[in-house]
């Protein structure tokens, strides 16, 4: 159930120039969290951010009353949740969102970019739990961009694209090997960059593979009352908060 949460900042460990984990701890149960859901986040300390900041749940420790995040700077509000010293309250609304879904799969393959990795921990670890073989597939610019492959080794086969050569193939994700032969995957998930999964999705739709998209769409209530979010899907305008962020690629009307 959707709830407003006051937890405190465990600890965040800083992965490279721009990325961190950020963990935080709360003294109530933690709500049940669904592999996609993302939380927005009260960012302490920032009379300049006004706005809660939508952020995947990266992952969940119910026993530990733990909520972990994969954040990227890119603005104040990211910069500043990477500079909160421990103790620090921070106000979080959570589970928002829907899920990504998990038919009966048999072989699948995961695709992220940038911070569109953060939802498929919960993600491989749900498939793991139903023996679906997972294939990751990171792509960035360069090697310091590519993060906690050791995490998501755990749940499945780890591949890389960089676009400078310096880690697995050379080039866009779409150029991986993984791609000759497509059709062996039942179903395709990804976040990232919209390039990366209109590029992506036009392949899937091309060789009937079923593909899910999480966007990132810019946000501010939500909840679906302020309409900021919305895309064009074949069914009309959808809030990407609260019918998304999860889309069947079939659904988005996409120019691709
Ligand atoms: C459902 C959802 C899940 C997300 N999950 C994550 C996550 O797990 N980890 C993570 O690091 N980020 C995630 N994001 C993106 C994150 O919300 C934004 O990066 C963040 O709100 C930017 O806040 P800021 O104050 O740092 O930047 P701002 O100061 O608000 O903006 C800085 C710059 O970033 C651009 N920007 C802001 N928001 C977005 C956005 N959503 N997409 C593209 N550009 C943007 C602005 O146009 C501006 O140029 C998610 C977004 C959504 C909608
Ligand atoms: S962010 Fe307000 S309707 Fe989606």
Redesign the pocket.
Known sequence: MKKIQDFKVKEYRWLNET?YLLTLYSDQTIEPVSPGN?AEIK?PDAPD?FLR????I?DVDYENRLLT???????????KMGELNPGTPINIMYPL?NSFTVNGEKNVLIIGGG?GI??FILLGRELQKKNISTTFLFGARSKNEIVLTEEFDKYGRVLATTEDGSMGEKGLVTQHPVFSDISGFDKIYICGPDPMMKAVAKIAGEHQVDCEV??????ACGIGACLC?VTKTTSGNKC??TD??VFNSKELAWQI
């Open positions: 990325g993302f960012v951010v900041r939508p952020i995947s990266f995040f994969y954040i990227k700077v890119v603005g104040k509000g990211t910069k969102g911070s953060a939802p999480s966007l990132e769409n810019m946000m979010c990407v908060c998304g962020p």
